[in-house]
């Protein structure tokens, strides 16, 4: 049989998923202190709408990243999806 493809690892999908929200969450969760003033002496703080805010777009990256074939973590890992 050529051409098949052996199934991804749980392990990976799991670690992947798990990357993706720290980053996502680090990475969007800043970009939205800085424009909205949750920024502190010791990273971020975010209540309320701006919170709000964050999650919205963490769940839009993972939307995307399904739609392009791949969050950058499952890329980087080799995930199929």
Same mark, same amino acid.
Request: net charge positive.
């Given at each position: ?17 798990? !990357? &993706?929200?720290?980053? #996502?969450?680090?990475?969007?969760? $800043?970009?939205? #202190?800085?424009? %909205?003033?949750? %920024?502190?002496?010791?990273? $971020?703080?975010? &209540?309320?709408?701006?919170? !709000?805010? #964050? ?6 990256? $993972?939307?995307?990243? /399904?739609?392009?074939?791949?969050? !950058?973590? /499952?890329? %980087? ?5």
């Amino acid at each position: 049989m050529t051409g098949s493809q052996q199934p991804t690892a749980h392990w990976r999908i799991i670690l992947a998923f798990i !990357l &993706d929200l720290i980053t #996502a969450f680090f990475v969007f969760g $800043f970009l939205v #202190a800085t424009l %909205l003033g949750g %920024l502190t002496e010791n990273g $971020f703080s975010l &209540d309320g709408w701006p919170a !709000l805010v #964050a999650v919205l777009l963490i769940v839009v990256y $993972f939307v995307i990243g /399904k739609r392009l074939g791949g969050t !950058l973590w /499952k890329r %980087l890992l080799g995930v199929r999806s």
